[in-house]
């Protein structure tokens, strides 16, 4: 299985892949990342998410284990605070003159740009990491879906 979501629309290009179940892992609502930029959901998962996950495509997955599909989260968001958060860098920076990003240690986003965006990717790393509020976390402990496994990355003050 091959996906590539950099946060940029998928539509035009999407065929649905074909999914193989890695027996090691357990089967559940959401299945583990394929890398850090994909999310697969059962369908009954979409549903019950749909509501609070914004910018997001939702593209089908061919598999013979149930009805999965593949999420692109289409917020990439400019939301570092990057005097707060930890972070190493490339040597040469960006065309504007900011460091590029290599790697972060400590997270912190600026609010005002978050606020209101229950799933989104950060700008500075959009084929990595997908990030959650409080929002999602809880809508999905509350429809017991299952799968999903949260690391707490930051706190508001």
Not at 60 to 73: Q, R, S, T
Request: with cysteine; charged share 30%.
């Amino acid at each position: 299985l091959l996906i590539d979501f950099d946060g940029t629309p998928q539509a035009k290009s999407w065929w649905p892949r074909i999914m193989v179940r890695n027996h090691d892992n357990p089967l559940g609502d959401y299945v583990n990342k394929i890398s850090s930029d994909v999310i697969i959901l059962e369908r009954k998962a979409i549903e019950k998410l749909r509501d609070i996950m914004g910018k997001v495509e939702i593209f089908p997955l061919e598999c013979d284990f149930g009805d999965y599909w593949a999420i692109n989260v289409l917020a990439v968001l400019e939301c570092i605070d990057r005097e707060k958060s930890m972070y190493k860098t490339f040597s040469k920076s960006l065309r504007n003159g900011r460091p590029k990003i290599m790697r972060f240690i400590k997270y912190a986003f600026l609010q005002e740009v978050i606020c209101g965006h229950h799933i989104f990717k950060n700008a500075d790393e959009p084929k990595s990491a997908i990030f959650v509020d409080e929002v999602f976390v809880n809508t999905v402990n509350e429809h017991g879906i299952t799968g999903f496994k949260f690391d707490l990355v930051w706190e508001s003050e």
